[in-house]
């Protein structure tokens, strides 16, 4: 069984900062895939951000290429989400999510059967 906590989420300014965590439990993280997505009020839940566990291999949608940058611990078991220069468009409920076998990279939520609970991240112009 995998479970996911996020933390990290918060009020910033535009142009500010955060960083997220997703601390992971279960075993063997080596061919995890391990995603961050995020939801926007009214809006459905989009891809932001992947690595694979293994090789560290990093994806990013364009919307955050450039800003954000996803990185992983594996001494802490933990997902970083480091989001830089912030956007008010960047307001959402990011949530992470995890593939354990990590084959394939998708884009859409529908492939992840594991997720944490969510943090909101407000950014105020």
């Known amino acids: 069984q995998v479970q996911l906590v996020e933390s990290g989420g918060g009020l910033v300014q535009a142009g500010g900062s955060l960083r997220l965590s997703c601390a992971a439990s279960?075993?063997?993280?080596?061919?995890?895939?391990m995603v961050w997505f995020r939801q926007a009020p009214g809006k459905e839940r989009e891809f932001a951000a992947a690595?694979?566990?293994?090789?560290?291999?990093?994806y990013y949608d364009n919307s955050v290429k450039g800003r954000f940058t996803i990185s992983r611990d594996n001494a802490k078991n933990t997902v970083y989400l480091q989001m830089n220069s912030l956007k008010p468009e960047d307001t959402a409920v990011y949530y992470c999510?995890?593939?354990?076998?990590?084959?394939?990279?998708?884009?859409?939520?529908?492939?992840?059967?594991?997720w944490g609970q969510g943090t909101q991240v407000t950014v105020s112009s």
């Open positions: 999510a995890a593939d354990p076998n990590g084959s394939y990279f998708y884009t859409g939520d529908r492939a992840y059967d594991y």
């Open positions: 690595i694979r566990w293994g090789t560290g291999t990093t």
């Open positions: 279960g075993r063997s993280f080596s061919n995890y895939l």
